[in-house]
Nanobody, 120 residues
Framework: QVQLVESGGGLVQPGGSLRLSCAAS????????MAWYRRAPGKEREWVAT???????NYADSVKGRFTISRDNAKNTVYLQMNSLEPEDTAVYYC??????????????WGQGTQVTVSS
C-alpha cells in the first residue's frame, strides 16, 4: 500500500551533522502528520519529532535546539536535520507517516530504519 524509505544515515563525529530523508510512496491520498523515532542499542524506542500537515512541529527535549524536522509535501518527503550530534544520538532512526490512502483508510506506516552512529 504505502512504503516509506529512509536515507541519509551514517557515521559522523561528535559535533557533526547529518540530514535524514524519508520518502513516502504508494496508495497515498494525503499525508497527515509525519514523525521520526529512534531506538538506541538496549533502549526502548523513543519519539524524536513530529510535523503536522502544515508547519507545526514538536520535539523531544533531548533534541530540541539541535534537530529540525521539515517536509516537502510535493515530494511526500520528511527530513530530519541533525546538528551538534552527540554519541547519545546513536540509534536506528525510523520515520512514520499518518496516511489517508486512496481507499480512504487511515493508517500509520513505518520505514525500515536508517542507522546513525556518532563516534570519534
Amino acid at each position: 500500500q504505502v512504503q516509506l524509505v529512509e536515507s541519509g544515515g551514517g557515521l559522523v563525529q561528535p559535533g557533526g551533522s547529518l540530514r535524514l530523508s524519508c520518502a513516502a510512496s504508494g496508495s497515498i491520498f494525503s499525508i497527515n502528520s509525519m514523525a521520526w523515532y529512534r531506538r538506541a542499542p538496549g533502549k526502548e524506542r523513543e519519539w524524536v519529532a513530529t510535523i503536522d500537515s502544515g508547519v507545526m512541529t514538536n520535539y523531544a527535549d533531548s533534541v530540541k535546539g539541535r534537530f529540525t524536522i521539515s517536509r516537502d509535501n510535493a515530494k511526500n518527503t520528511v527530513y530530519l536535520q541533525m546538528n551538534s550530534l552527540e554519541p547519545e544520538d546513536t540509534a536506528v532512526y525510523y520515520c512514520t507517516a499518518d496516511v489517508t490512502t486512496t481507499g480512504r483508510a487511515r493508517s500509520t506506516f513505518w520505514g525500515q530504519g536508517t542507522q546513525v552512529t556518532v563516534s570519534s
